[in-house]
T-cell receptor
Framework: DAGVIQSPRHEVTEMGQEVTLRCKPI?????LFWYRQTMMRGLELLIY????????DSGMPEDRFSAKMPNASFSTLKIQPSEPRDSAVYFC?????????????FGEGSRLTVL | GDSVTQMEGPVTLSEEAFLTINCTYT??????LFWYVQYPGEGLQLLLK?????DKGSNKGFEATYRKETTSFHLEKGSVQVSDSAVYFC????????????FGTGTSLTVIP
């Protein structure tokens, strides 16, 4: 079975540009999470969705960040405008909602560098 | 609220040494507990889990026991290998928190030959 698929794997952009990161969760999983990982701050939860509905976006750093989940098989995380401090690895993860014993499956991450 | 506190790193061990990485948690209900491992350049992957008190999770020689009385889930391995070098994350998930996952800060382990 395919795991969580993220794209792009690497993105280098200039400050002020729009960045869109994409995620395809595992089929049948109805909870989706976006995390950001940096050396300084470790792993941070940005937002998570249950059944395509955002449940908690308190981790989204500021209005420059937005996330959508238009259907069960696709989510985007957008940064507009991007800034150098947004440089990080962004992970998408999915699981079956309601299964607190269930495993959270991670994608391989999108490494973003903002110059 | 729910949270996980794990031992700060980095940890450096010689091959075949004994490993312990401490993890304690705070939860309002009855969480499931997890250890995830992240190898360089990769995403996190599940190493082991325990879903109720006194359960022991085990995988690849690693073990952790869910201790409700001490709210702990310490990771142990009797004899580490160079290939165990990675970052280890303790985590919990609880139904009362909407099954959101709470991760510790991660502990970097380097095993030297």
């Amino acid at each position: 079975d395919a795991g969580v698929i993220q794209s792009p794997r690497h993105e280098v952009t200039e400050m002020g540009q729009e960045v869109t990161l994409r995620c395809k969760p595992i089929s049948g999983h109805n909870s989706l999470f976006w995390y950001r990982q940096t050396m300084m701050r470790g792993l941070e939860l940005l937002i998570y969705f249950n059944n395509n509905v955002p449940i908690d976006d308190s981790g989204m750093p500021e209005d420059r960040f937005s996330a959508k989940m238009p259907n069960a098989s696709f989510s985007t995380l957008k940064i507009q405008p991007s800034e150098p401090r947004d440089s990080a690895v962004y992970f998408c993860a999915s699981k079956r909602q309601g299964a607190n014993t269930g495993e959270l499956f991670f994608g391989e991450g999108s490494r973003l560098t903002v110059l | 609220g729910d949270s996980v506190t794990q031992m700060e790193g980095p940890v450096t061990l010689s091959e075949e040494a004994f490993l312990t990485i401490n993890c304690t948690y705070t939860a309002t209900g009855y969480p499931s507990l997890f250890w995830y491992v992240q190898y360089p350049g990769e995403g996190l992957q599940l190493l082991l889990k325990a879903t109720k008190a006194d359960d022991k999770g085990s995988n690849k020689g690693f073990e952790a026991t869910y201790r409700k009385e001490t709210t702990s889930f310490h990771l142990e391995k009797g004899s580490v290998q160079v290939s165990d070098s990675a970052v280890y994350f303790c985590a919990l998930s609880e139904k009362t928190s909407g099954n959101q996952f709470y991760f510790g800060t991660g502990t970097s382990l380097t095993v030297i030959p």
